[in-house]
């Protein structure tokens, strides 16, 4: 069982309201990842990091920013929210070596 | 040639059945092949994986046969049961960044 957690699990926000996601894992992995996807559907990179102080832009071009301060902490923010930014967003890590990619259970936003 | 292409997006089968879920992929640098199952509401989770160096694996009930000339993997579900109810993807990477790299998932439904 994976060590990463994600708060909040479900959040309802309106329209042009500022949010920030919260993703922490307690294995230590130096790699951290966003996903996004819609229930059901295609896994879809948004952000990653390999370290502290290093993100990257994923393969989905996301309005969402991240930072990396912390190797534990990878929070995820949405400045103005809009009902498109509905959807799931899944935090993921992995060690510097290994494949292997644990994924958390899940942020559901919905905004309207 | 970055591409998984992963077949059928969904699939029915009895219960004691057998399930296969196919992938494909292009660029020969992969040499890392997993597979992920997701139960609603959560994220995924590794489920077997396989290297270029074995043509199957083998885990329980469930095998991944590798065909690196025809560059196509597959899980097989021996003996499906009604918990194996999930949405299931494969992925792929190579040992230079490890980026993994999704199939859109097949949602297999085992009926009782």
């Known amino acids: 069982e994976a060590d990463i957690y994600q708060t909040p699990r479900y959040l309802v926000i309106g329209t042009g309201k500022k949010i920030t996601l919260e993703c922490s894992q307690t294995?230590?992995?130096?790699?951290m990842y966003w996903y996004q996807q819609d229930p059901g559907m295609e896994l879809h990179l948004i952000h990653y990091?390999?370290?502290?102080?290093?993100?990257e832009k994923g393969d989905l071009s996301s309005e969402s920013t991240v930072s990396r301060i912390r190797t534990e902490h990878f929070p995820l923010t949405l400045e103005s929210a809009r009902p498109s930014h509905t959807s799931q967003y899944l935090c993921?890590?992995?060690?510097?070596?290994?494949?292997?990619?644990?994924f958390g259970e899940g942020s559901w936003l919905t905004v309207v | 040639q970055q591409q998984v292409k992963q077949s059928p997006q969904s699939l029915i089968v009895q219960k004691g059945g057998i399930s296969i879920i196919n992938c494909a992929y292009e660029?020969?640098?992969?040499?890392?092949f997993p597979w992920y199952q997701q139960f609603p509401g959560k994220g995924p989770a590794l489920l077997i994986a396989?290297?270029?160096d074995v043509s199957e694996k083998k885990e329980g009930r469930f095998t991944i046969s590798f065909n690196k000339s025809a560059k196509q993997f597959s899980l097989h579900i021996m003996d499906s049961q009604p918990g194996d109810s999930a949405t299931y993807f494969c992925?792929?990477?190579?040992?230079?960044?490890?980026?993994?790299?999704w199939g859109a998932g097949t949602k297999l439904i085992i009926k009782p």
């Open positions: 993921a890590s992995s060690t510097g070596s290994g494949n292997t990619i644990y």
């Open positions: 660029n020969t640098a992969f040499d890392y």
């Open positions: 990091s390999y370290g502290v102080n290093s993100t």
């Open positions: 992925a792929a990477s190579n040992n230079r960044n490890y980026q993994l790299i």
């Open positions: 396989i290297r270029p």
């Open positions: 294995m230590g992995h130096d790699k």
